[in-house]
């Protein structure tokens, strides 16, 4: 089966083709696409500065930075580095003494080191230093072993009070 029908080109004018009809529905034929006008041109982006053009879509509108290498013998620790925050020197006192009246001082060391910690953790609202972790640690130390030992200097004085109660030792008899 053959089809007499020619396609025609578009006219020339501008002027749209005509839509085929019935018969072209009827013998299976695929109808011509209309013709669309082109879309308009974007408009162009606003330029920030005054007879500077406006830069390309996709294009970005900052310069990258430049990054320079250090010059020789210089390092990367020099004064164009900030340095981080250091330590606060009384919390390390602080876990240090709390430590040493565990094992070498014990009511002097707890209790300087209780002292420090404070004192530290006061510094270090005050200041941008690290060490709250050490300064809690001193504190922690310091309180637990001291209250660990006034318990067993009580112990101690119940069980000689408990001793001496009962062998009958008495004064002025």
Do not use: C, W
Not at 5 to 16: K, M
Not at 40 to 52: E, I, R, V
Not at 116 to 144: C, D, F, P, T
């Amino acid at each position: 089966m053959s089809d007499d029908r020619t396609i025609e080109p578009s006219p020339s004018d501008g002027s749209t083709p005509h839509a085929p009809g019935p018969e072209a529905a009827a013998t299976g034929a695929a109808p011509e696409a209309p013709a669309y006008p082109a879309p308009p041109a974007p408009p162009a982006p606003p330029s920030d500065t005054a007879g500077a053009p406006a830069p390309a879509y996709g294009a970005p509108s900052y310069a990258a930075p430049a990054y320079a290498a250090p010059a020789y013998g210089s390092t990367y620790g020099s004064a164009d580095y900030v340095a981080s925050a250091r330590t606060n020197t009384l919390a390390i006192l602080s876990l240090v003494a709390s430590l040493v009246g565990v094992f070498v001082l014990p009511f002097i060391g707890q209790v300087a080191g209780v002292v420090l910690g404070h004192v530290s953790l006061s510094q270090l609202k005050e200041r941008a230093e690290k060490g709250r972790g050490l300064a809690i640690a001193g504190l922690i130390v310091g309180y637990a072993t001291l209250a660990i030992g006034v318990l067993l200097i009580f112990a101690f004085f119940i069980l000689l009070q408990a001793a001496v109660g009962e062998s009958g030792l008495s004064y002025g008899a």
